[in-house]
């Protein structure tokens, strides 16, 4: 057994290094995307920022010390990276940078800028040689994560229905009344972040286990929240571009500094590669849902969706998700179904900005909510909400701080409704600062 898997062992790393040979410094420079020298900015910077990274990469390649070979890839990544914040359509170089990030076993980043290089449509050989590299991460044990934090965030102010006056059944007929202003939550700070873990345990079945988490805080408690979720199960690698995971879940959620929730459930997710820049994502997803307090919300939640990404061009990424979901409390008032649907897109930009857009449109109709409490309509009849969100994003990889990188988001969300109080129209900001893994 210790002979079979010391074989597969060897193989890997094999392949690997004959992969990672046939996309260093012997492939022809003009043979993927542009010549270095065609960069935006100073010819003689950018070859010497080439150089410095591919001797630390073959560095990093021949290096015994873990800890050496770790600094070195760094060494080259910030190289190569340096390079791209100008000419982020310089193909070469983003190669280097993905098998600079798969060394490392930084997978997501990795497979992020191989994609990319597809994209560009290089040379038959680069293209099999790319395959090959996204195989071996799709087989082998990696780590993930994310982590960021920002100022701001998901503040209520302007997310009040702008109505003053609300009508109310009562003994003596249908009255007017004006209501409170309410409370506002203010500036706040969120952080939020998470991190998994997949080990294959047979050349096609593997495990994955991981968690998320995340605070949102103000001054005072009353809007504070916080989350915490697991989630661990089997996956499945199905022929070369398909893969299924069953993931059971478990979270909890804390409001005002209290226990609110607790879920518990399961989730199917697959995905399939449809070519060099084209991937589908479904899911499907039961949860039970158990409040502290409000025990009338008990119930369970399904919801499915599924999604597209393409990568058009080196720089341009776009991407659509459809998706359902139905709540099944046992008030009934509070049972409801949604169907949405989210566009975006991301772009890359020189000195190194990348713009990101999205529009999502949401319908949520309540099947209890028939006029009466707590879903007050003009006309009597069951509520049924229409969400529109729109988000812009700007994110800065030429400036980092610890390895964070600032992003602004600008939100612009809007609910309409018909029932009383339950409109509104939220405009905000957030000042976030995110790290790559």
Do not use: C
């Amino acid at each position: 057994m210790f002979m079979h898997l010391l074989a597969g062992v060897v193989s890997v790393s094999l392949l690997s290094t004959a992969t990672a040979a046939s996309l260093s410094g012997e492939l022809p420079v003009a043979s993927v995307g542009m010549r270095i020298s065609d960069a935006v900015g100073d010819p003689r910077r950018n070859q010497d920022l080439f150089r410095t990274g591919m001797t630390a990469l073959r560095f990093a390649e021949r290096a015994d010390s873990r800890e050496i070979r770790s600094d070195r890839l760094d060494e080259a990544i910030a190289s190569f990276h340096a390079i791209l914040i100008d000419s982020p359509g310089l193909m070469r170089v983003r190669l280097e940078l993905a098998r600079a990030f798969f060394l490392k076993g930084e997978d997501a980043l990795a497979r992020r800028h191989f994609e990319r290089v597809l994209a560009g449509k290089p040379p038959a050989g680069v293209v099999l040689n790319v395959n090959r590299f996204l195989d071996l991460m799709r087989a082998r044990r990696r780590w993930s994560g994310y982590f960021g934090f920002a100022i701001a965030p998901d503040s209520n102010i302007n997310a009040a229905s702008s109505e003053e006056i609300i009508h109310l059944e009562t003994p003596f007929g249908r009255l007017p009344f004006r209501r409170d202003a309410g409370a506002r939550s203010g500036l706040g700070l969120s952080v939020w972040g998470g991190g998994e873990y997949a080990y294959p345990l047979t050349e096609r079945l593997g495990i994955r286990a991981g968690g998320d988490a995340s605070r949102r805080e103000y001054e005072g408690s009353t809007f504070d929240r916080t989350f915490v979720g697991l989630h661990l199960g089997p996956r499945w690698l199905i022929g070369a571009a398909s893969e299924v995971s069953l993931l059971a879940e478990v979270s909890r959620q804390w409001h005002s500094g209290n226990p609110d929730s607790d879920t518990f459930g399961g989730r199917i997710e697959a995905e399939r590669r449809l070519g060099p820049r084209w991937r589908l994502d479904a899911s499907a997803a039961w949860r039970k849902r158990d409040y502290r307090r409000h025990d009338y919300l008990d119930g369970p939640a399904r919801e499915v969706s599924l999604g597209a990404s393409w990568v058009a061009t080196p720089t341009l990424r776009l991407w659509a998700t459809l998706g359902h979901d139905r709540d099944r409390p046992k008030t009934k008032q509070w049972r409801s179904a949604a169907l949405w649907g989210r566009l975006g897109a991301s772009f890359v930009l020189p000195r190194g900005f990348t713009l990101g857009a999205s529009g999502a449109l949401r319908r949520t109709a309540y099947e209890g909510g028939d006029g009466g409490w707590p879903h007050y309509t003009d006309d009597g009849t069951r509520r049924t909400d229409m969400t529109r969100t729109l988000r812009v994003s700007v994110l800065n990889r030429g400036l980092t701080f610890a390895g964070f990188s600032p992003r602004l988001t600008l939100v612009d969300e809007m609910r309409t409704t018909n029932a009383q109080l339950q409109d509104y129209k939220r405009n905000r900001a957030e000042l976030g600062f995110v790290k790559q893994f």
